[in-house]
Every structure is written in structure tokens, then in C-alpha cells.
């Protein structure tokens, strides 16, 4: 076993983030190889990874990012299991950098993102990484991706959430606009943009609840589909983006908002991703 200074020590603690005597087994395992001894850190996060499987990461950080067009955009999740890891700078520049990653390659899913380089290995090898060193279930929850000919994001306070919404046109002065219906996203959690949008496995099943609802306060079987449609109605204006009453201004739905800025101008679609 070579002899290992603690100048390799704290060369491959300050390389990997890993603990000091961490960093010393390594190396003795390693007979001094630096190389060898970085994947054995690895190793050792990934053994730690399973093992913290079933715990809870509700903690994290989320980051909202779009192109310099604003024609794309991207949101990605980075959980761990403590506020106290999820408000540290490097965790936060960690997600930040895997969602500029993922601005720039653009992949199809959340196994894609996994799988792009990131300082010379693959961010799913990152993040088993950043089990070893921090010593928490850390894992990459969440990612979404949108296009439009205007795409606007928001992150909520403290990174708790990140939405980002496209809109049907393109002008500089719909950002605000944009702005404003992303904090909508964030505040009322619609399910679709409009009625459209929403699965009909949803309609089935709010249809069904407000037929049992009616039954149980004794309205006559005639009249309970009528009553189970003023439901879903009510449902389609509280749970669908354009038609909620705007939060700045309840006079109007979001959708009116929109309409007064320009004739034309509509989500197309929106991504939207919290902590929990």
C-alpha cells in the first residue's frame, strides 16, 4: 500500500468535495492513483445512492431557463432531503449548470439529460457523485422542456418552483405578459391550458364525483348529469389557465388579460415543477 501524503489527500478532497478521510481510504485502496481513487469515491456515492433510495427527497433546488431567442425553454428539478443542502451555493450552481446543459442539448427526456456530459462524465454519474459527497438521497426529479415563438420563465422565491410558459406570439413587449402568467401557473396550479388540454380520464372522473355528490344531496337520477356538467364547468373555469380569474386582477380570466394586450395572444402551453 503506498504511503499517501496529506497533500494527495487534500488534492482529491478538493477535486471531488469528498470527505478527508474519505478521500485518504480512497487513495490507500488505490495504491495513490488518483483516477482509480475518484471512481472508488464514485463507487462508494452509488453504494450510498441505493441505500438511501427510500428516503424522502422532497428538498431541492428548481431552475427555470430559456435561450437567448426566448424560443426554447427548460425546467429542471434537483432534489435532495434537507433545506439545509438545498440552499447551498454549489447545489444551487449544480442545478443551474445541469439546466443550462439541458438548454443547450434539448434532450427528449429526463433518462436523455442523464446521459449528457457534464466536466467529464455523464450528470447521472454527477449526481451519484453528489450522494458520496454530501451524504443525502440526492436525485434528478424532474425536467420539461417547451418551445413557442415566446417562451417565459419564473422562479418562485427561494427555488421552491419553476414554470415556464409559451406564448402564440413573439414581441418584446408580451414578456411582462408572460411574466404574469407564469406567476399564475405558480399561484393557482392549473391542470391544462384550456378544457381541451385536460385528459379525458380527468372529465370521466370529476363527472362521476359530481353525479355521487348530487345523488348524496338527494337530487332525483334525472337531473344528475345536468348538475354533474354544472360541475365540470365549474371545474374547467377553476383548474384551466385561460379561463381563471386572473390574480391581479379578478375582473377578468387570464385569458381576457391576455386578449386586451393583443387580439392574437394565447398560451400555447405550459411546464410547471415544485418541490414535494
Excluded: W
Excluded at 67 to 80: A, F, H, R
Amino acid at each position: 500500500m503506498s504511503n499517501i501524503s496529506a497533500s494527495d489527500v487534500k488534492k482529491l478532497r478538493d477535486q471531488t468535495g469528498a470527505g478527508m478521510m474519505d478521500c485518504k481510504k480512497a487513495l490507500s485502496e488505490a495504491e495513490g492513483d488518483f483516477e482509480k481513487a475518484i471512481e472508488l469515491l464514485r463507487m462508494k456515492g452509488q453504494k450510498l445512492s441505493l441505500k438511501r433510495a427510500e428516503r424522502e427527497a422532497k428538498e431541492g433546488v428548481v431552475y427555470a431557463l430559456v435561450t437567448e431567442d426566448q424560443k426554447k425553454g427548460v425546467i429542471v428539478k434537483l432534489s435532495c432531503e434537507t433545506d439545509f443542502v438545498a440552499k447551498n451555493e454549489d447545489f444551487i450552481d449544480l442545478t443551474r449548470e445541469i439546466a443550462q446543459i439541458a438548454l443547450e442539448t434539448f434532450p427528449e427526456n429526463k433518462d436523455g439529460l442523464l446521459t449528457e456530459n457534464i466536466n467529464g462524465i455523464s450528470i447521472g454519474e454527477k449526481v451519484v457523485e453528489q450522494v458520496g459527497k454530501i451524504g443525502e438521497k440526492i436525485e434528478l426529479a424532474s425536467y420539461e422542456k417547451l418551445e413557442a415563438p415566446l417562451v417565459v420563465p419564473y422562479i418562485h422565491m427561494g427555488f421552491k418552483a419553476g414554470v415556464i410558459v409559451g406564448l402564440s406570439k413573439a414581441n418584446d413587449s408580451f414578456v411582462e405578459a408572460g411574466k404574469d402568467v407564469a406567476m399564475q401557473v405558480a399561484a393557482m396550479k392549473p391542470v391544462a391550458v384550456d378544457k381541451d388540454g385536460v385528459d379525458q380520464t380527468v372529465i370521466t372522473k370529476e363527472i362521476e364525483i359530481g353525479k355521487e355528490q348530487a345523488r348524496q344531496e338527494g337530487k332525483p337520477e334525472a337531473m344528475l348529469e345536468k348538475i354533474a356538467m354544472g360541475k365540470l364547468n365549474k371545474f374547467f373555469k377553476e383548474q384551466t389557465l385561460l379561463n381563471q380569474s386572473f390574480v391581479k386582477d379578478g375582473s377578468m380570466t387570464v385569458d381576457q388579460y391576455l386578449k386586451k394586450i393583443d387580439s392574437d395572444l394565447t398560451v400555447k402551453d405550459f411546464r410547471h415543477v415544485a418541490l414535494g
